[in-house]
């Protein structure tokens, strides 16, 4: 029984079928890639996963409960954290702050009154957000308006933002899209690092081979909206259908 | 100091000490001179500065943290006023019951409005607002009449005997604070200076310190960076376990709140209220004095309401007579001609000189008035720096 249950899960946008019966279970304490070529219905799945959209059949159970039906800051309470694939921070904040919001929905819920109190008397708190932002190297930059940072960085703080919430489950929507070969690397350390770290599952949605292998210890690949084989990097490297489906057509 | 960082106490401490002096600041100009019309040193005045002072504060606490621009906080503020007159007119004429009334109705006002209109966002939001600020003021107008006075509004007359105000047959009931008057004024006589140190306008003027401290509080808490993360990027708070609904309807009711408490103090003070206080213009204003100042700074806000009831009420009551006295000493026709040019933009024409002043501000100082004050200080500290360079930036020895 994995961390994350997904059970015939379906998903259709008027007649477009973008999920068909999906099934997927994603082990705890591993990096699970989730693949395919444009159109799989890649992002679809994972906005299945967080509440932006609900299936039309299926169920999706997360440590145990449904995720169905929440809203996306219910469904963070329980322990997914998401990164998206352009880097989403609070730009008008400094670093800093940008890390406290999620320590305080950490400690306090999705909502809480707290309008008399000072956020410089939190001493606790702002030594976390500190000490991820070491964890993270970017320690000296925290009094930055994250507006400023460069791409790399806002990165770096997102995904801090989301460790300072120790989720159980990490979902990354194609956390390279878009980047040049030395930034892609640069986070490819950086989500090795994490994960030697701590104890934590991470799913990654991506488009680059070379992310996924250099990461991943279990893929699944999707084609049209439908799993076509689940298995271990190696295996899918020489699986003739994978191949055919996705990589035969990447490597022109 | 008071729970604040040293930066927000000075800046309390300023605030207070110019509002308790306010009496002197603006009556620069003695009693007899040309110049006594440009003295803002009158009780009406003053009180309305400050009232519009913690109206423009609470509209500060949504628009400026959270960015949902409200275009319809004047219905609090007749609410809020609507309530006090009536605790006036039946329980008593003592102020405290009237703007907790106030406060009180205007925030459960503000509770309904927001619920609805928060379900949108942007321009949509701003349209809701409008259209529930315009249902009040017709609903004001006309339909509840009977509980408004319609177009007339509502006064204190003979006929009204609060409860627990003993007053004398006939007697008009006066709006008081444990048998101060509002209306209660001291006037002190320096050589050619007259300066009014007035009852009612102290009382606001504390209220509005405490509203200021209140809201430097907010902005500082935990509370406030969440307003300021639904403006910067809600979508993110949301995906950060985060529910923004409530902290958005939060702050719409403590910003309704802070229309209603205006709304009763303006009541304390004048003991009158119209529809018209409800109207969409008056919305506006608040919206112009938050820019004009700048939006979600502290003090910007109570920066754009002075230089508005300011421009109000002293262009205004400049008139052609008085212009032909101040360019009396030039040739007949270029005095006519000078006074033509100026003509638009004085008395009933002020609103052109606001919006004149107003494009400027958005133009050249997008973050208004305090952007501006920020500039000149940076450039004297510059200035200063090129005058004679800091001693640790000459080499020791």
Not at chain 1, 34 to 54: D, E, F, M, R, W
Not at chain 1, 91 to 116: S, Y
Not at chain 2, 113 to 122: E, H, I, P
Not at chain 2, 266 to 273: E, L, N
Request: glycine letters at 10%; one cysteine or more; hydrophobic letters at 45%.
């Amino acid at each position: 029984m994995g961390i994350l249950e997904v059970k015939g899960v379906n998903k259709r946008f008027g007649g477009l079928q973008a999920l068909g019966d999906v099934n997927l279970s994603v082990a705890e304490n591993t990096v699970h890639a989730i693949i395919g070529p444009n159109g799989a219905g890649k992002s679809t799945l994972l906005n299945c996963l967080v509440g932006k959209l609900i299936p039309d059949t299926g169920s999706v159970m997360f440590d145990g409960q449904s995720v169905l039906g929440r809203k996306p800051h219910e469904i963070n309470q329980m322990g997914i954290s998401r990164v998206f694939q352009t880097p989403e921070i609070f730009g008008d904040l400094t670093v800093l702050e940008n890390i406290l919001i999620p320590c305080f929905g950490k400690r306090d819920g999705a909502f809480r009154m707290h309008a008399f109190e000072q956020v410089f008397h939190e001493k606790s708190l702002i030594e976390k957000a500190e000490a991820i932002l070491e964890d993270v190297n970017m320690a000296d930059k925290k009094d930055f308006h994250s507006a400023s940072l460069s791409r790399g960085d806002k990165r770096r703080l997102e995904m801090a933002m989301c460790l300072v919430q120790e989720p159980k489950l990490l979902l990354l929507d194609e956390p390279t899209a878009g980047m040049a070969r030395a930034d892609t690397n640069n986070t490819i350390d950086l989500l090795k690092e994490i994960k030697s770290k701590r104890d934590i599952t991470m799913c990654i949605i991506e488009h680059d081979m070379h992310v996924v292998f250099s990461l991943a210890e279990r893929i699944t690949v999707l084609a049209q909206g439908t799993p076509l084989v689940e298995d271990t990097p190696e295996n899918i490297k020489g699986n003739p259908k994978v191949q055919e489906a996705y990589l035969g057509e990447s490597q022109h | 100091m008071f729970g604040l960082n040293s930066k927000d106490t000075s800046l309390l401490l300023v605030v207070a000490v110019l509002t308790l002096l306010a009496p002197f600041i603006l009556n620069p100009f003695p009693e007899n001179s040309d110049l006594a019309q440009f003295n803002a040193g009158y009780p009406d005045l003053m009180q309305r500065f400050v009232i519009f002072g913690i109206f423009a504060i609470g509209f500060n606490i949504l628009f400026g943290l959270t960015g949902y621009l409200s275009f319809g906080h004047a219905a609090f503020l007749g609410v809020g006023s609507y309530a006090a007159i009536w605790m006036m007119k039946l329980l008593t004429l003592n102020v405290i019951p009237a703007i907790f009334m106030g406060i009180v109705v205007a925030g459960l006002f503000a509770l309904v409005v927001g619920f609805v209109s928060l379900r949108r966002s942007g321009i949509y939001f701003s349209i809701l607002t409008l259209a529930f600020a315009q249902m009040s003021y017709a609903l004001a107008y006309s339909v509840l009449t009977p509980i408004t006075g319609g177009e007339t509004g509502l006064q204190i007359k003979p006929i009204d005997r609060p409860l627990l105000s003993n007053l004398e047959p006939g007697e008009i009931g006066r709006a008081n604070l444990f048998g101060i008057e509002m209306g209660n004024s001291y006037l002190l006589n320096v050589g050619g200076w007259q300066f009014t140190f007035n009852a009612g306008y102290y009382i606001a003027a504390v209220v509005m310190l405490i509203a200021f401290y209140i809201s430097i509080r907010i902005f500082r808490s935990p509370f406030g960076m969440m307003l300021r993360a639904v403006k910067s990027n809600q979508n993110r708070l949301n995906y950060t376990g985060l529910n923004s609904k409530p902290y958005t309807l939060a702050a719409f009711v403590i910003s309704g709140m802070y229309a209603g408490l205006a709304g009763g103090l303006m009541v304390a003070m004048d003991t009158q209220v119209g529809p018209e206080r409800m109207f969409w213009t008056a919305s506006g204003e608040v919206v112009l004095m938050a820019i004009l100042g700048g939006v979600g700074t502290l003090i910007g806000p109570v920066l754009g309401a002075g230089m508005i009831k300011y421009m109000e009420n002293i262009l205004s009551k400049i008139n052609d007579a008085i212009l032909h006295q101040w360019f009396a000493f030039m040739p007949d026709g270029l005095e006519n001609f000078k006074v033509a040019i100026i003509h638009p933009f004085i008395g009933k024409g002020w609103h052109l000189t606001l919006g004149i002043v107003f494009m400027l501000v958005v133009i050249f100082l997008p973050g208004g008035l305090v952007e501006g004050g920020q500039r000149i200080g940076r450039l004297f500290r510059r200035k200063k720096r090129k005058d004679k360079p800091s001693p640790d930036a000459t080499p020791a020895e």
